[in-house]
């Protein structure tokens, strides 16, 4: 597609359970961001993929949350034992690479989770 | 941690007033980004910032990046309500190898007809 593809775009679960979003970047980019937002808030840094591997995962608030990006394109944030206080929207972002002149932020139209 | 502080958090105006918002942050910055987010939408790439002192305008917009590569701000001209949404500035710190880039808290512009 011609932007970046998040699914599901709402999820509703109940504390304990695990949770899977998924991340579809823009075709050609290789640099995938994280973030998380809650209402009246910035986005939160979480994660950062240069291709395959986590070039920066400080943001990952605890060993609850995990994210991998296998092939270099696709990324899935999977989060264990969901709590309450993990209800956010979840946007993923791409952009060309992490030169300066590359750094604009395609962000997706993010992933509401509700963690009841 | 690397902090991005952004002021006002809220403004509202009159249709026609001016706006200006402004973004500090705790350490010195590669270089410095600008983001309008639309009530229930996602944040939308405005301009990128990457010297010190550098001044950018787009149409009623205009984009500051201090001196000291801290602290940057957004003017806007003469509000209209399109402008209405939160601006978030989001900068990447100029030294380490941290890649991340780190959102202010956003200032959310009302504009009234």
């Known amino acids: 597609g011609a932007g970046v593809s998040q699914t599901p775009s709402n999820k509703v679960t109940e504390k304990g359970k695990y949770v899977e979003l998924r991340c579809d970047p823009i075709s050609g980019h290789t640099a995938l961001y994280w973030y998380r937002q809650s209402l009246g808030q910035g986005p939160e840094f979480l994660i950062y993929?240069?291709?395959?591997?986590?070039?920066?995962d400080s943001g990952l608030p605890n060993d609850r949350f995990f994210a991998v990006r296998p092939e270099g394109s696709v990324s899935t944030l999977k989060i264990q034992r969901t709590e309450r206080g993990d209800s956010a929207v979840y946007l993923c972002?791409?952009?060309?690479?992490?030169?300066?002149?590359?750094?604009?932020?395609?962000f997706g139209e993010g992933s509401r989770l509700t963690v009841l | 941690g690397q902090q991005v502080m952004q002021i006002p958090q809220y403004q509202h105006v009159q249709e026609g007033e001016d706006f200006t918002t402004y973004c500090n942050s705790s350490t010195t910055l590669s270089n410095i980004q600008w983001y309008k987010q639309r009530p229930g939408g996602h944040p939308v790439f405005l301009i990128q910032l990457v010297k010190s002192g550098e001044v950018k305008k787009q149409k009623r917009l205009t984009f500051q990046f201090g001196e000291a590569k801290k602290n940057s701000s957004l003017h806007i001209t003469a509000t209209q309500t399109t402008d209405v949404g939160t601006y978030f500035c989001a900068g990447r710190e100029s030294s380490g190898s941290a890649r991340q880039l780190t959102f202010g808290s956003g200032t959310q512009l009302t504009v009234l007809p």
């Open positions: 993929f240069q291709g395959t591997g986590a070039a920066d």
């Open positions: 972002a791409s952009s060309l690479g992490p030169a300066v002149g590359a750094g604009e932020l395609f």
